[in-house]
């Protein structure tokens, strides 16, 4: 006589989740207040999935529960059908909608995406949505840490993880203010090498691109200051001191109001794509989708 299988499902949502915020968050207590359980109950939860399962997920390290080979194996899929569920629901429960986490590089979370964000919202107006500016290894971390739902990154920083989309171009400039001695004449190549610049920090995009456009032609460059923002980098140079190497978009307001000047010089022109990331094993979502296409359809 044939054994019948055993076609049960072991595992539920909330299994799911518990275990999808104990990843994020490293222990059950954080995870806890992630998912609105207490402690005990997402003890339990997880305990459950993992005897269901007959493996565990974790390595216990002290206090802190750290992923293994089956937690990783595991883990993407359990994300998608928790976001899943969650949309499912959303359909019935509008104010129940969870926002969107979006992650973004500074010049496209700071001159991109809020316009941008305005436009969908105006075309979705159910839809939230939460904006996280980082540079542009912090938004790949977030998106392979399941910390966003999307990133937006600009140069050619990737991860195994990840899957990236080439969304739209960017040009950088060389830009310094109306009074410095470089401004409206043709810059050569030594005199750039002998400024003093004003850069991003290293980790961001925009000081790749620039590493990578300038370094080659002009050696080490003489860094006076390293700042973690576009707008205080555009600050600095506007006051005269040193010269910038920025995005396009991110000093096209200063270029307009004449707070800075673009420089003339003989270098050849740089562009560098703007890109979208997702995690490679997770299945985008309905609100993850129809924004990716709402930017798209904006950059075309």
């Known amino acids: 006589m044939t054994e019948k299988t055993d076609h049960r499902l072991r595992l539920t949502l909330r299994q799911l989740e518990v275990f999808a915020a104990t990843a994020r968050e490293g222990s059950t207590r954080a995870a806890a207040g992630r998912v609105a359980r207490s402690q005990s109950a997402a003890s339990a939860a997880l305990a459950d999935l993992e005897a269901a399962l007959g493996a565990q997920l974790f390595d216990r390290i002290g206090r802190r529960l750290v992923l293994n080979e089956n937690g990783r194996a595991l883990l993407a899929r359990s994300v998608s059908l928790v976001d899943q569920a969650a949309e499912l629901q959303a359909l019935f429960f509008s104010d129940q909608q969870a926002p969107l986490r979006i992650a973004a590089s500074f010049t ?96 961001s995009g925009t000081r790749e691109a620039t590493n990578d456009w300038l370094g080659r032609r002009l050696g080490p460059l003489d860094v006076e200051l390293e700042l973690g923002s576009s707008h205080a980098i555009k600050r600095v140079v506007a006051s005269g001191v040193g010269i910038g190497c920025m995005s396009r978009y991110a000093v096209a307001d200063a270029l307009a109001e004449g707070s800075l000047v673009e420089l003339k010089t003989t270098m050849p022109k740089n562009s560098r794509a703007l890109s979208i990331v997702l995690h490679r094993e997770r299945r985008p979502g309905r609100a993850m989708q129809g924004f990716i296409d709402f930017c798209k359809a904006e950059a075309a």
């Open 108 to 203: 496209t979370g700071e001159y991109l995406l809020p316009e941008i964000l305005l436009r969908w919202k105006q075309h979705n107006p159910q839809a939230r949505a939460r904006l996280i500016i980082g540079n542009t290894t912090d938004v790949i971390a977030a998106v392979i840490g399941f910390d966003a739902d999307v990133g937006f990154i600009e140069g050619r920083q990737t991860h195994p993880d990840l899957a990236v989309r080439r969304w739209r171009s960017d040009e950088m400039v060389i830009v310094a203010a109306p009074t410095h001695p470089l401004a409206g004449r043709m810059v050569g190549v030594r005199e750039l090498a002998e400024a003093a610049w004003v850069l991003r920090e290293e980790g």
